[in-house]
Nanobody
Framework: VQLQASGGGYVQAGGSLRLSCAGS????????MAWFRQAPGKEREFVEA????????YYTNSVKGRFTISRDNAKNMMYLQMNSLKPEDTAVYYC???????????????????????WGQGTQVTVSS
């Protein structure tokens, strides 16, 4: 499956953005999906994940109550609604996909970038203070 992320931009602290990830070339509903982010000089960091059916979602504590992952398998789309943005959310955001059903079972599996076989190109999110 090919992935394309979009929706990034520049926003002031406290603002909102909605990221989108479009899938093509595969059966989108087979894939567990996730958002990762990478700030300059830092490692790629897990943000949120969603199982193939959309029944279960997972997040990292730093985005709890602020970010929401969702998907629409009929449209081959995944989203990340980001509210109450903070300067520390500034990063390039990547969407990723995997056929590994372990993302619904194991924290270690779903937060490891190596679990995901397919990646989008990234979209920049910049939050000013």
């Amino acid at each position: 499956v090919q992935l394309q992320a979009s929706g990034g931009g520049y926003v002031q602290a406290g603002g909102s953005l909605r990221l989108s990830c479009a899938g093509s070339g595969g059966t989108f509903s087979r894939y567990g999906m996730a958002w990762f982010r990478q700030a300059p000089g830092k490692e790629r960091e897990f943000v949120e994940a969603i199982t193939a059916s959309g029944a279960n979602t997972y997040y990292t504590n730093s985005v709890k109550g602020r970010f929401t992952i969702s998907r629409d398998n009929a449209k081959n789309m995944m989203y990340l609604q980001m509210n109450s943005l903070k300067p520390e959310d500034t990063a390039v955001y990547y969407c990723a996909a995997t056929e590994n059903r372990g993302i619904g079972l194991s924290l270690r599996i779903r937060t490891n970038p190596n679990t995901y076989e397919h990646w989008g190109q990234g979209t920049q999110v910049t939050v000013s203070s």
